[in-house]
């Protein structure tokens, strides 16, 4: 039997470390003229460097400007450009403004098209970058949002937000090392920076390295109490030890500070049914259940409490309901198979364990516990064959 894998994870970080720079009310634009104003733009388009924006500026401005008698260049274009930038800056935070109004709204589309104009207006603009990026992330463009995150801080290399988030796009792609390298750089700009240690613990339990893991998270406990995200996921990387007791004490931590965490009740059935107390891991899994009636993992999971106590026929309605819930899930497939097996329903059984390798053909104990089905109805030459595939991907087996 497969219990699904333990619930940790990232979710809901970036909105913490976003929020630092998202102010929480939008001013009005201001009214400039519109002449001056819209050259200004134009020009500032084509612009790459502060320095250029200000020359480029002032170049339009003393083409719209001129008159039989030009006033002295030094002084005047001087006063003109100063007047200019005191209205192009406030248009950028206007857009910027916009930008993360429409970012807490969730229109991320539209928050993008703010902090594009924002940046266009003011190449510097640190948080116009910043904030593009958290807006690219939260539409799954994680590379773009990289950009985005290294653009800000190359132009605020102290911006230990933008090395948190940057570090968090990373790792959804994959890319645990470097995850952790942006996330240290936080930790060393902010060493009380709780999102970071908890952000790098997760990073380092992706990359199986569990006592780092735990480290990070016991760091983001000290700093935060009450952070119950770190209790579940110190919990885990427990469990990944095989220190389940241990692991219980942290998910019950978890559920203490947020009674309505599913994650830490399904998490917490796991450790106690790795312990044998299948009857305590029913309830925890049922409770996840309540909590989250779409949580496919907990009904396989149940499912395999169920199996354990011998109550077969249980068992196979939760690993259905697992099923329906996430078609893809090849150990719901191969779990139920083992219930249909111990009831006598060999045929059946070979149909789920026949799905359970469509899913994953990688699964050397869906072959072998397939092979014993096709053994049961006679069929040897089948299950024989069945035999010699579990032996080349699992030699355990034989």
């Given at each position: 039997?497969k219990?699904?894998?333990?619930?940790?994870?990232?979710i809901?970080?970036i909105?913490?470390?976003?929020?630092?720079?998202?102010?929480?009310?939008?001013?009005?634009?201001?009214?400039?003229?519109?002449?001056?104003?819209?050259?200004?733009?134009?020009?500032?388009?084509?612009?790459?460097?502060?320095?250029?924006?200000?020359?480029?500026?002032?170049?339009?401005?003393?083409?719209?400007?001129?008159?039989?008698?030009?006033?002295?260049p030094?002084?005047?274009?001087?006063?003109?450009?100063?007047?200019?930038?005191?209205?192009?800056?406030?248009?950028?935070?206007?857009?910027?403004?916009?930008?993360?109004?429409?970012?807490?709204?969730g229109?991320?589309?539209?928050?993008?098209?703010?902090?594009?104009?924002?940046?266009?207006?003011?190449?510097?603009?640190?948080?116009?970058?910043?904030?593009?990026?958290?807006?690219?992330?939260?539409?799954?463009?994680?590379?773009?949002?990289?950009?985005?995150?290294?653009?800000?801080?190359?132009?605020?290399?102290?911006?230990?937000?933008?090395?948190?988030?940057?570090?968090?796009?990373?790792?959804?792609?994959?890319?645990?090392?470097t995850?952790?390298?942006?996330?240290?750089k936080?930790i060393?700009?902010?060493?009380?920076?709780?999102?970071a240690y908890?952000?790098?613990?997760?990073?380092?339990?992706?990359?199986?390295?569990?006592?780092?893991?735990?480290?990070?998270?016991?760091?983001?406990?000290?700093?935060?109490?009450?952070?119950?995200?770190?209790?579940?996921?110190?919990?885990?990387?427990?469990?990944?030890?095989?220190?389940?007791?241990?692991?219980?004490?942290?998910?019950?931590?978890?559920?203490?500070?947020?009674?309505?965490?599913?994650?830490?009740?399904?998490?917490?059935?796991?450790?106690?049914?790795?312990?044998?107390?299948?009857?305590?891991?029913?309830?925890?899994?049922?409770?996840?259940?309540?909590?989250?009636?779409?949580?496919?993992?907990?009904?396989?999971?149940?499912?395999?409490?169920?199996?354990?106590?011998?109550?077969?026929?249980?068992?196979?309605?939760?690993?259905?309901?697992?099923?329906?819930?996430?078609?893809?899930?090849?150990?719901?497939?191969?779990?139920?198979?083992?219930?249909?097996?111990?009831?006598?329903?060999?045929?059946?059984?070979?149909?789920?364990?026949?799905?359970?390798?469509?899913?994953?053909?990688?699964?050397?104990?869906?072959?072998?516990r397939?092979?014993?089905?096709?053994?049961?109805l006679?069929?040897?030459?089948?299950?024989?064959?069945?035999?010699?595939i579990?032996?080349?991907?699992?030699?355990?087996?034989?």
């Amino acid at each position: 039997m497969k219990i699904a894998a333990l619930l940790a994870g990232l979710i809901g970080i970036i909105l913490v470390g976003c929020s630092n720079d998202l102010p929480t009310g939008v001013e009005q634009p201001q009214i400039i003229d519109a002449t001056s104003a819209t050259a200004a733009a134009d020009a500032l388009a084509a612009t790459r460097t502060a320095n250029d924006v200000q020359e480029k500026v002032a170049a339009t401005l003393r083409a719209s400007t001129q008159t039989t008698a030009p006033p002295d260049p030094t002084t005047e274009s001087a006063s003109t450009l100063s007047k200019v930038l005191d209205q192009v800056l406030p248009l950028s935070e206007d857009h910027y403004s916009k930008g993360t109004y429409y970012a807490k709204d969730g229109q991320y589309e539209n928050a993008i098209q703010e902090f594009d104009q924002a940046i266009q207006l003011d190449p510097d603009h640190a948080k116009a970058y910043y904030n593009r990026g958290a807006s690219y992330f939260y539409l799954g463009q994680d590379q773009t949002a990289i950009n985005d995150y290294t653009m800000a801080i190359q132009l605020d290399p102290d911006h230990y937000g933008a090395y948190n988030n940057r570090g968090i796009s990373y790792s959804n792609l994959g890319q645990y090392a470097t995850a952790i390298n942006d996330y240290t750089k936080a930790i060393q700009l902010n060493p009380d920076y709780v999102n970071a240690y908890y952000n790098r613990g997760t990073s380092h339990s992706d990359l199986g390295q569990y006592q780092t893991a735990i480290n990070d998270y016991t760091k983001a406990i000290q700093l935060n109490p009450d952070d119950a995200n770190a209790y579940n996921n110190r919990g885990t990387s427990h469990s990944d030890l095989g220190q389940y007791q241990t692991a219980i004490n942290d998910y019950t931590k978890a559920i203490q500070l947020n009674p309505d965490d599913a994650d830490a009740y399904s998490n917490r059935g796991v450790s106690y049914s790795n312990l044998g107390q299948d009857l305590t891991a029913i309830n925890d899994y049922t409770k996840a259940i309540q909590l989250n009636p779409d949580d496919a993992d907990a009904y396989n999971n149940r499912g395999v409490s169920y199996e354990n106590l011998g109550q077969y026929q249980t068992a196979i309605n939760d690993y259905t309901k697992a099923i329906q819930l996430d078609p893809y899930d090849a150990s719901a497939y191969y779990n139920r198979g083992i219930s249909y097996s111990a009831l006598g329903q060999d045929q059946t059984a070979i149909n789920d364990y026949t799905k359970a390798i469509q899913l994953d053909p990688y699964d050397a104990g869906a072959y072998y516990r397939r092979g014993i089905a096709y053994r049961n109805l006679g069929q040897y030459q089948t299950a024989n064959a069945d035999d010699a595939i579990t032996c080349l991907l699992e030699s355990s087996y034989c």
